[in-house]
């Protein structure tokens, strides 16, 4: 009777075939989910993601606002945040990866504690968004630790040109607004008071 | 002189109306009263159907038909509130939920009750913090008054009511993005049928609604179905608060009926554009919609008209793009959003989207021959029904348009960088050989 299938896949019948010990050295092993006990998480962390965990039928769902919350702690999504979040979770840290890849507010680099986010999308690049983000760029090179990066539609159209620092919408801007920008940045405060959306 | 009609917009400007005390002197949850006690779910689920209110988000469908499709009976049910908000040139959802979030909050009680559903979430976008930190605030208000929980009102109706951040990704304004972003996975839109209102959140039946949709609602249990028809026109029923943006004098908000002349929104209620400029052409219903020229500023603005011209209604943002602005940089900013914004599920959005990026920015160094415009219509044709979720589509039929309508444009542009460039080259090359014979003779 021939058999189906004969070859080196299946030379040992049904069964997985052992380990083959110089293939398993090439490539980090995965990571499997870390264990609670063994993971250093700051209290505030876990209590808050277990806290978003309970509102939703599947704990899964807290997946996005559970990585928004390890960023605010770690300033981004580090493999220790992730690590952190996978342990609470209790899903492996790929997982998160995946999610923590695919969204423009989650950062997989250490790109700043702070942002400036400019609108340059199709409502605000005919009133010149771009010579706005060109000169905060300029003017905040030597800003540490601030994300300076052009953004898209941010739904303040009305405000255009306009830009989002740390949240905070304000337009519509000149470039010669930019170095009031960074000056606020560098002290601290609130760029253009009294410019920003619900200010008034 | 065109005017505004201000039914959702009504009380917008009054002081702390985000706060519930303010909203129930002005006669808030009253409405709520009436569904969920005076009213039976069929009723309230007839009486959204008679307004004939359509969906504000973007495609238009029928509110109440879309709640009719949610099955009946003892199973966990789920309403979602797409604040999502994304779409370029629309902010309308953002003035709603800033000042007004109670009023959304009493819609959506009175949808999930239509729908039988006992948990709802809003989708916000994470860009939204001023936004998302007030709508948090009137729920936990709303909670402390009663007007979400168990039995509310006395009724027999509980509801669960959370506020849910996106992390700043356009596609999970697609109805089932948002479901899988909100099941906590990337947000890639999944293959329709089952519909959402058959298998959505968690496999239930879910009903998924805009902000500004779900607005409506209480005005249409106080005030009628009737009510609510006699604003606009016999198919496209209602008031619609518009978006206008881009090259006008008075940006904003403006409540509309539908019917009124796209002429009387751009230039009576946004001013225009700027002194001496002349409208070269506009996005009739947010970045998706094709582009629409200046003869079509006499059309009436409704689902029907727009559809008809073409081009369509969606999200009821205008942006307005003047004569100053070169035709190709506009295609090239859309397909660059575009781009960033492809989840990268289905090949052709993915790779059509980045490669109308890459043959424009070649027209721009001039690089380019008049050939690719036709490439560019053939390559963006073919996305158009090959995907799994509009966005690929979203960025092809401007594209298209804008080629359709402005191909003298695309092609002069392309001889011109091709002429710069040429002589780029030229002076480049006469420098060198400059610097050559001088390095010769020493």
């Known amino acids: ?200 | 002189m065109a005017e505004q009609t201000r039914v959702l917009l009504e009380h917008i400007d009054e002081p702390g109306l985000a706060t519930i005390d303010v909203y129930e002197r002005l006669g808030g949850y009253s409405r709520l009263r009436k569904a969920l006690i005076e009213m039976q779910d069929e009723e309230l689920v007839n009486e959204l159907e008679a307004s004939g209110l359509r969906g504000r988000g973007g495609a238009g469908f029928a509110m109440g038909k879309k709640a009719s499709f949610i099955p009946k009976g003892a199973m966990d049910k789920y309403l979602c509130c797409n604040a999502d908000e994304s779409e370029p040139g629309t902010f309308k959802d953002r003035l709603l939920m800033q000042q007004n979030p109670h009023l959304l909050i009493e819609g959506i009680i009175i949808a999930a009750r239509a729908a039988g559903a006992n948990r709802a979430f809003i989708f916000i976008r994470g860009e939204y913090e001023l936004q998302a930190d007030i709508l948090e605030k009137a729920v936990e208000e709303a909670k402390a008054k009663g007007y979400v929980g168990e039995r509310i009102l006395g009724s027999d109706f509980s509801l669960e009511l959370w506020v849910h951040r996106g992390q700043g990704a356009y596609i999970c304004g697609e109805e089932s993005a948002l479901l899988d972003a909100l099941e906590g996975k990337r947000g890639n839109p999944r293959l329709k049928p089952p519909f959402p209102a058959n298998q959505g959140l968690y496999q239930g039946p879910t009903l998924i609604n805009n902000v500004e949709t779900l607005c409506n609602v209480p005005l249409i249990v106080e005030k009628g179905a009737d009510w609510f028809k006699s604003f606009g026109t016999e198919k496209s029923a209602g008031t619609k608060i518009v978006s206008v943006s881009g090259n006008v004098q008075r940006p904003g908000n403006y409540e509309i009926e539908l019917g009124m002349t796209v002429r009387e929104i751009v230039c009576d209620l946004a001013g225009g554009p700027p002194e001496g400029r002349e409208i070269k052409c506009f996005f009739p219903g947010g970045s998706s919609a094709p582009v629409l020229t200046a003869d079509a500023l006499d059309l009436p603005y409704d689902f029907e008209n727009m559809a008809e011209a073409g081009s369509m209604l969606g999200s009821g943002a205008i942006i307005v793009i003047d004569d100053s602005v070169p035709i190709v940089e506009v295609a090239l900013r859309l397909a660059e959003f575009y781009r960033h914004e492809s989840c990268g599920k289905c090949t052709p959005c993915r790779e059509g989207t980045n490669w109308t990026v890459k043959m424009l920015e070649r027209m721009d160094r001039g690089e380019a021959t008049p050939m690719d415009v036709e490439i560019i219509d053939q390559v963006n044709a073919n996305i158009i029904g090959n995907c799994l979720c509009v966005l690929g589509d979203s960025m092809a039929m401007p594209v298209r348009s804008m080629i359709e309508k402005f191909r003298d444009e695309f092609e002069e542009h392309i001889e011109r960088r091709r002429q710069e460039l040429a002589q780029q080259d030229y002076a480049l090359s006469a420098h060198e050989l400059a610097a050559s014979e001088g390095a010769g003779i020493a």
């Not at chain 1, 760029?137 to 740390?166: K, Q, T």
Request: with cysteine.
């Open chain 1, 1 to 200: 009777m021939t058999q189906k299938g004969t070859g080196p896949f299946f030379a040992q019948g049904t069964q997985p075939a052992e380990p083959d010990a110089s293939v398993a050295k090439k490539g980090p092993v995965p990571k499997v989910v870390p264990d609670l006990a063994e993971t250093d998480v700051p209290q505030e962390l876990q209590a808050e993601i277990e806290e978003l965990m309970s509102r939703y039928p599947d704990h899964h769902s807290a997946a996005l606002p559970a990585l928004a919350a390890a960023q605010r702690l770690h300033g981004w999504c580090s493999p220790e945040a992730i690590d952190q979040v996978a342990a609470v979770m209790r899903v492996t840290p790929a997982y998160l990866s995946s999610i923590a890849t695919f969204y423009d507010m989650l950062n997989t680099e250490p790109v700043g504690r702070q942002y400036v986010w400019v609108c340059t999308s199709v409502a605000c690049m005919p009133k010149n968004a771009k010579a706005v983000y060109d000169a905060i760029r300029e003017a905040g090179g030597d800003l540490d630790d601030v994300n300076i990066r052009e953004f898209e539609c941010l739904g303040a159209c009305d405000l255009a040109p306009m830009a989002s620092v740390n949240g905070r919408y304000i337009g519509p801007l000149q470039p010669s607004d930019a170095e009031q920008i960074v000056e606020a940045l560098k002290r601290g405060e609130q760029p253009l008071p009294g410019r920003g959306l619900g200010d008034g």
